[in-house]
């Protein structure tokens, strides 16, 4: 039985390190807290009582053990980001030519740069509901917090990524 359910986290091991990277913005520490996050589900699978979904359960694992790393070590990591392209859902394109493609990179470069700046609220909100796709009611269950937070948080942090985005291109006008 341990086997399957070790088995049946590894499928969520990937989610897991994206959701560490998020909080802890480096991915030596992402995947040792991904690490910590298996570790604590399969010493505390006692404790999952099957009202939420197992991914719902190992989420919240995985953002309390990236609580715990960021405590530990008093910062984030915000300036070396490296997300992965499944992530993004960015799509090769085919037929773009490279300046073309280049000036693409720079404008998702930006973004996420503006992404990781959001408040730590707002961020793991927008990233669960626009970036991971979870509902409003997963992402609620997942942050111990209300779908009417949520919602909020999703807006206040889509308001200042347009104010800081439209704030670039005047600079750059």
Same mark, same amino acid.
Request: glycine letters at 6%; proline letters at 2%.
């Given at each position: 039985?341990?086997?399957?359910?070790?088995?049946?986290?590894?499928?969520?091991?990937?989610?897991?390190?994206?959701?560490?990277?998020?909080?802890?913005?480096?991915?030596?520490? &992402?995947?040792?807290?991904?690490?910590?996050?298996?570790?604590?589900? #399969?010493?505390?699978?006692?404790?999952? $009582?099957? *009202? %939420? /979904?197992?991914?719902?359960?190992?989420?919240?694992?995985?953002?309390?053990?990236?609580?715990?790393?960021?405590?530990?070590?008093?910062?984030?990591?915000?300036?070396?980001?490296?997300?992965?392209?499944?992530?993004?859902?960015?799509?090769?394109?085919?037929?773009?030519?490279?300046?073309?493609? &280049?000036?693409?990179?720079?404008?998702?470069?930006?973004?996420?740069? #503006?992404?990781?700046?959001?408040?730590? $609220?707002? *961020? %793991? /909100?927008?990233?669960?509901?626009?970036?991971?796709?979870?509902?409003?009611?997963?992402?609620?269950?997942?942050?111990?917090?209300?779908?009417?937070?949520?919602?909020?948080?999703?807006?206040?942090?889509?308001?200042?990524?347009?104010?800081?985005?439209?704030?670039?291109?005047?600079?750059?006008?």
């Amino acid at each position: 039985m341990m086997e399957t359910l070790a088995m049946e986290i590894a499928g969520h091991v990937p989610r897991m390190y994206r959701v560490a990277m998020r909080i802890v913005g480096n991915p030596d520490a &992402a995947q040792e807290v991904a690490q910590d996050a298996c570790v604590k589900a #399969l010493h505390g699978i006692d404790g999952f $009582d099957g *009202r %939420a /979904a197992l991914a719902t359960w190992l989420h919240r694992i995985t953002i309390n053990c990236a609580h715990d790393h960021v405590r530990k070590n008093h910062r984030i990591d915000r300036g070396r980001v490296e997300w992965r392209q499944e992530t993004l859902g960015l799509l090769a394109a085919a037929e773009a030519g490279p300046a073309a493609q &280049a000036e693409k990179n720079d404008a998702y470069r930006a973004a996420l740069k #503006l992404v990781a700046a959001l408040p730590d $609220d707002c *961020r %793991a /909100a927008f990233m669960l509901t626009q970036l991971d796709g979870y509902t409003y009611d997963e992402a609620a269950a997942i942050e111990s917090a209300s779908r009417g937070t949520i919602a909020s948080r999703v807006f206040r942090a889509r308001q200042i990524l347009i104010d800081q985005m439209n704030h670039r291109l005047d600079g750059e006008a």
